[in-house]
């Protein structure tokens, strides 16, 4: 059920029974040659929905203005500061709390977004909030192991190009045949979280704009492997969280 393709009357009945709501959250900006600039958001968005369907929840819109500032000379990226981001899902949360709703599971699908949905957890008084990266589920981090091992890297990563071959649009370039730069498993914990550097160093460094990440091993058929995974994962996690929490 998503909540913009609702009516009021819909959701008021909604509200009657339930009071929990899925949030994605992704960004908007460059993914590679391959990659579209929709990545984050259609992953978080996509898995949402079907994930939705399985646990009766609603869907609100995607947050999918969020921060990328290391991205932001790279046509096409809209980076929006941390500190927006974090007050933007603090308002939503609030316009939704004034409803009835309590419960508020984000699915994210951008690094830089953890950090601030989770100081929602203490900011939020009369909540419950829980934060999931689709991809931190074992069953879907088993996938992208076993499917792209080191190649996965960090940004334009193959499983989330999978995910969007499989659910919206296929994209080809010679640009993407050739091996990125391989990091080092340093690199990949020190830049967790997309810390990543000032936006010219980091177009100098990736020009490309993949981490470490060869987009060329994403499929289709992986991608629907992957998505029917992390819905499988959010939608028994959602379920969880809103029985924790204390609804039917």
């Given amino acids: 059920m998503m909540l913009s393709c609702s009516t009021w009357y819909e959701i008021s009945e909604y509200l009657e029974q339930f009071d929990g709501v899925i949030i994605p959250a992704g960004s908007t900006e460059q993914h590679g040659p391959i990659g579209l600039i929709g990545t984050d958001a259609i992953c978080a968005e996509t898995i949402s929905e079907r994930a939705a369907e399985r646990a009766h929840a609603l869907v609100a819109p995607c947050l999918a203005f969020s921060p990328a500032p290391f991205n932001a000379l790279f046509p096409g990226t809209i980076s929006v500061t941390e500190s927006l981001f974090a007050r933007l899902a603090r308002e939503v949360v609030s316009a939704l709390m004034v409803q009835g709703f309590r419960k508020f599971y984000f699915l994210n699908g951008h690094g830089a977004n953890i950090a601030p949905l989770n100081s929602l957890k203490t900011e939020i008084a009369d909540a419950s909030v829980r934060v999931q990266s689709w991809w931190d589920f074992p069953q879907v981090s088993e996938l992208r192991s076993r499917h792209f091992g080191d190649w996965e890297g960090m940004h334009a990563t193959p499983s989330e190009i999978s995910i969007t071959q499989f659910t919206t649009r296929f994209v080809e370039s010679p640009l993407a045949l050739e091996p ?39 499929s289709s058929e992986r991608g629907k492997e992957l998505f029917e995974a992390a819905v499988a994962a959010v939608s028994e996690d959602y379920l969880t969280f809103v029985k924790a929490s204390g609804e039917s």
Avoid: Q, T
């Avoid at 690199?187 to 936006?199: E, I, S, T, W, Y």
């Fill in 180 to 218: 990125p730069e391989k990091l080092s498993p340093e690199f990949l914990r020190k830049h967790a979280g997309d810390r990543h550097g000032p936006a010219e160093e980091h177009m100098r460094r990736f020009p490309d704009g993949r981490v470490g990440s060869h987009s060329a091993l994403a």
